[in-house]
């Protein structure tokens, strides 16, 4: 007996994905039969994903957004909507970060992992969430009341790791700040939940697993290896499937066991 997650006639809104997980995220959507919107400030990298998406007969739209900029979250959501419907399913993965010791760190430092971690992660949900919200209440239009949100956060959100102390502080509060909203909005249908990915070699970071640093940290990791952004997939889907509606509140750690 098999089993099938489809995501046909669903609108899903990806932060992030100009690279990275983000674009392995909306592959995945893409695949499972979602109209994914494609957001992040880097438009040309979405131009091109966008185009290999709709070649593999997917349904993809681009719309520039910087997270830290409320207004830019606000245009982006009502454009995202206005061209492809009400959205549905919310993959909340914008993140920045810095390595650094804690005594280090500048206010600008901080700011900037902060304004984007958190404070960005936060807003997105809000104006994605009031539009969810409306249509459970019937005050908007929409087939589909209820939805879907997944926070990106990060194993080191539940695991402080050295030198980057602020990302781990920022992506701790993602955890906390999806309880939050599960606990509000889970009685219009939203689910709300966290996945915490571990070490995924990524292009940004490709690299850095072949210095002796990185082969250092890769022997202290369980099974001695990092993930690939696919690996995430599974758990993706099934944050974002139809049969996940009494899941809500989670926070998921997809890390090899190196939270363990």
Not at 97 to 117: A, C, E, F, I, K
């Amino acid at each position: 007996m098999s089993y099938e997650i489809d995501l046909s006639g669903r609108v899903a809104f990806v932060t992030g994905a100009s690279s990275g997980l983000g674009e392995q995220f909306a592959r995945a959507l893409s695949r499972a039969g979602a109209g994914v919107v494609l957001a992040a400030r880097r438009v040309e990298r979405l131009k091109t994903l966008r185009a290999e998406l709709e070649g593999d007969g997917g349904d993809a739209h681009v719309v520039g957004l910087d997270v830290t900029d409320p207004d830019s979250i606000k245009a982006a959501v009502a454009h995202a909507e206005t061209e492809m419907g009400a959205i549905d399913i919310l993959v909340n993965n914008s993140g920045v970060s810095t390595t650094q010791r804690l005594v280090d760190v500048s206010p600008d430092d901080y700011d900037y992992v902060m304004g984007t971690n958190t404070r960005g992660a936060f807003f997105v949900a809000q104006e994605v969430a009031r539009r969810m919200i409306a249509r459970s209440k019937g005050e908007a239009p929409g087939t589909y009341t209820g939805g879907r949100i997944v926070n990106v956060a990060s194993m080191a959100g539940l695991r402080v790791l050295s030198q980057i102390g602020v990302y781990a502080m920022s992506k701790a509060a993602v955890i906390h700040m999806t309880k939050a909203m599960a606990l509000e909005w889970g009685r219009y249908g939203i689910n709300v939940n966290a996945l915490c990915p571990g070490y995924i070699a990524t292009e940004i970071n490709q690299a850095h697993w072949h210095t002796d640093a990185g082969q250092k940290l890769v022997q202290m990791l369980p099974r001695k290896r990092v993930g690939k952004p696919e690996d995430l997939d599974v758990v993706l889907m099934m944050l974002c499937s139809n049969q996940s509606h009494f899941v809500n509140g989670a926070v998921i750690a997809a890390d090899d066991g190196f939270g363990v």
